[in-house]
């Protein structure tokens, strides 16, 4: 998952749990998310509520609005009636967020080791990238810091742990309960649109317009040979920038919304065996093969067991969580600091 996808889904993924029919439906297709209009003019971080004394800034309720927006597949531009309510629903599972949060930091279960959980995180996510640069890059790119993207982790952590402890130890699933949930919702359980393709990039330097040139050059001279028919593989280990290039540039299978989109629309609209166009990201220049492409299919129980199990389950923690929240909201100091 690319870091402004995670941005995106940290903004409002345990809030989503206060919402019955939330999210167990499988088939539905990751989009990029469509960002819409500010809610109005002012700095990303005017405060928008307070919550015990802690402030909601814009930035997070635009974050938040985002994810309704990619969650129902809106496009923008919205109505400004419909971003009102978008915005407002927003608004309520943040503070329902926040007052997960501020409950679970004095339970011991909930925050113990939390800091070493994130430092794993941020590790995973940085040898996702080309470089430390690139890493940092991406961030930015998020709308976000490091420390504020280590607050947003840290934050999903701590609430997870938190309601499972508190509510998931109590949910009794059965196996027919099991086998009967996915014999009435067989169409939820399938598996994407799935490709496997191989790499050649060429990374631009320090990206000032000299050596991206030099870059494009020495792209457009690899690309030739592959056409002339040198092997793609050799070529890769060779003179690719990226780590496949220890795999002869294999990227291995992935599905639809994994991929940075330019990448992902050149590679589904390849057929297999097909060589792309350059495609220029921030990385650089990609040279990309399609190896292989899989047909969405419905996955069978085994396969979607564990789906399954986690729908039940969440779709049975939901009034749970919701009845503490309004507990906790009741007890709350509330303070709207704009109109929105």
């Known amino acids: 998952m690319s870091l402004r996808r995670r941005a995106v889904a940290l903004a409002i993924a345990i809030p989503l749990l206060l919402i019955p029919l939330f999210a167990c439906n499988q088939s539905d297709q990751k989009r990029q998310p469509q960002v819409p209009p500010p809610l109005r003019q002012g700095s990303p971080t005017d405060p928008v509520e307070k919550v015990n004394g802690r402030t909601i800034t814009r930035a997070e309720l635009d974050r938040a609005v985002k994810a309704l927006m990619e969650k ?77 993207l280590e607050q947003l982790i840290r934050k999903e952590l701590v609430i997870d742990t938190f309601i499972e402890s508190r509510f998931g130890r109590r949910i009794q699933i059965d196996a027919a309960e099991a086998k009967s ?46 056409r002339e028919g040198e092997s793609f593989s050799i070529l890769a280990q060779s003179h690719s920038d990226c780590p496949s290039k220890a795999r002869g540039g294999d990227l291995g299978f992935f599905n639809r919304g994994e991929l940075d989109p330019r990448l992902e629309q050149a590679v589904f609209a390849l057929k297999p065996g097909e060589i792309s166009d350059l495609v220029q990201t921030s990385y650089g220049f990609h040279i990309l093969k399609l190896t292989e492409k899989r047909a969405p299919r419905l996955e069978n129980y085994q396969e979607a067991k564990p789906a399954v199990y986690a729908c039940l389950k969440k779709e049975k923690m939901a009034p749970l969580v919701a009845a503490y929240v309004a507990e906790l909201r009741g007890k709350a100091r509330l303070e709207p600091a704009v109109r929105r």
């Not at 925050?111 to 690139?134: C, F, K, M, W, Y």
């Open 72 to 148: 129902r597949l809106l496009r923008a531009p919205l109505s400004a009636a419909k971003l009102r309510e978008l915005s407002g629903e927003a608004l309520e599972q943040l503070v329902a967020a926040e007052l997960l949060y501020q409950a679970a930091q004095g339970t011991v279960a909930a925050t113990e080791g939390v800091e070493r959980q994130v430092a794993q995180v941020i590790s995973r996510d940085r040898a996702r990238h080309l470089s430390d640069a690139a890493f940092y890059r991406s961030i930015e790119e998020a709308g976000l810091t490091l420390p504020q």
């Open 181 to 226: 949930f996915f014999a009435a919702n067989r169409d939820r359980f399938k598996t994407g649109c799935s490709a496997r393709a191989s790499q050649i990039l060429v990374v631009a330097g320090s990206g000032e317009e000299r050596d991206k040139e030099r870059a494009r050059e020495r792209a457009e001279i690899l690309l030739h040979r592959v």
